[in-house]
């Protein structure tokens, strides 16, 4: 129904949000995060179902619980320094463009021929890594 008066919006800088955590996993400080295809948070990983949310705030173990049991808070919309990967790197010529998941700490240059998940977009390369936005 629309509005017929005034309402004040509950708001949120959306810079941290807290996301539901998936049955069975343990995701560490500073780990590539992403939802997989039921909405609930994992640890990046290479799969082809998941989409990137940013980075675990916070150490949270949910490997006993059951979807949801525990929350864990995720930083966003900033840019993370994650390793890029020997086999697969992401280059020079990547900036600008996605990189993808290979796991919880480490992005590559190619969907790796469709079984990696996109991660954000490439800020910049250098010795200690992939900035990623």
């Known amino acids: 129904m629309p509005l017929t008066q005034d309402r004040i919006t509950p708001v949120r800088d959306g810079e941290v949000m807290p996301y539901a955590v ?15 295809a039921t909405g609930y948070l994992v640890p990046g990983s290479e799969a082809t179902t998941l ?14 619980g059951a ?5 864990c808070l995720v930083r966003r919309k900033k840019a993370f ?3 890029n990967s020997d086999a697969d790197p992401v280059d020079q010529s990547l900036v600008g463009q996605p990189c993808y998941i290979l796991d919880d700490e480490t992005v590559a240059g190619t969907d790796g021929t469709g079984t990696r998940s996109e991660s954000g977009t490439v800020l910049a390369v250098e010795s200690a890594g992939v900035w990623v936005e």
């Open 22 to 36: 998936a049955a069975g996993v343990e995701i560490f400080l500073g780990a590539q995060v992403a939802v997989n």
């Open 51 to 64: 989409t990137y949310v940013g980075r675990a705030d916070a150490h949270v173990d949910n490997s006993e």
């Open 67 to 71: 979807d949801g049991d525990e929350t």
């Open 81 to 83: 320094l994650f390793k």
